[in-house]
Each structure stands twice: as structure tokens, then as C-alpha cells.
């Protein structure tokens, strides 16, 4: 049975910087697609960033410049690195990763104080 499981949220202040990780149990044969979702407080869930099997990285606006995700297939780990975090990113992150199915991890609380 696959399982993500999100890591590395918390408490910073604006300008800081963290780095997510989502560690995936299990074996998923046939990824097409990697990516970091976000939710706020009363918003919809938003692609953040998303990567291809091929390497090819997609980015919200709002984000490009200051997130970068990257994988390690052998440890089977997906990473969001967020630098010059704004209160705007506060929100719940999840991993998602997509074959024929999509797996989604519960997520990981990001809160961004100004």
C-alpha cells in the first residue's frame, strides 16, 4: 500500500526559509507526475509546484524565484525548498504523486508570521 507522509512545516517568519519533504512508502510503478499542493484557510487547493519523470518543473507565480522542487528517486523523497517565505504562503502542504492514480499525502502545516 503506498503512503506519502509530508514533513518539515512549522513556524517561520517572513523572509525565512523552509525545506519540505514528502517520503513515499510503497512502490509506485509508472510516475508520470511529482507535486507540492497547497490549501489556505478557506481556499481552494493550488498547484505550487510540480515536476515531470522527464525533469520538467512547473511553478505558481507566485512562487517562481523563491521555491524549488527536486526529487531523489533512490530514497524515494520529493522537497519543496521555500526561501523568502511570505505570510501569503501560510498554509496546509501536500505531495502528490501521480501514475494512473494520484496518491496524496495528509499534509503539512506551513505558517508564515509577518
Known amino acids: 500500500q503506498v503512503q506519502l507522509v509530508e514533513s518539515g512545516g512549522g513556524l517561520v517568519e517572513a523572509g525565512g526559509s523552509l525545506r519540505l519533504s514528502c517520503a513515499a512508502s510503497g512502490s509506485i510503478l509508472g510516475v508520470n507526475t511529482r507535486g507540492w499542493y497547497r490549501q489556505a484557510p478557506g481556499k481552494q487547493r493550488e498547484l505550487v509546484a510540480s515536476l515531470t519523470s522527464g525533469g520538467s518543473t512547473n511553478y505558481a507565480d507566485s512562487v517562481k524565484d523563491r521555491f524549488t522542487i527536486s526529487r531523489d528517486v533512490a530514497r524515494k523523497m520529493l522537497y519543496l525548498q521555500m526561501n523568502n517565505l511570505k505570510p501569503e504562503d501560510t498554509a496546509v502542504y501536500y505531495c502528490?504523486?501521480?501514475?494512473?492514480?494520484?496518491?496524496w499525502g495528509k499534509g503539512t502545516l506551513v505558517t508564515v508570521s509577518s
Open positions: 502528490r504523486i501521480s501514475n494512473r492514480y494520484d496518491y
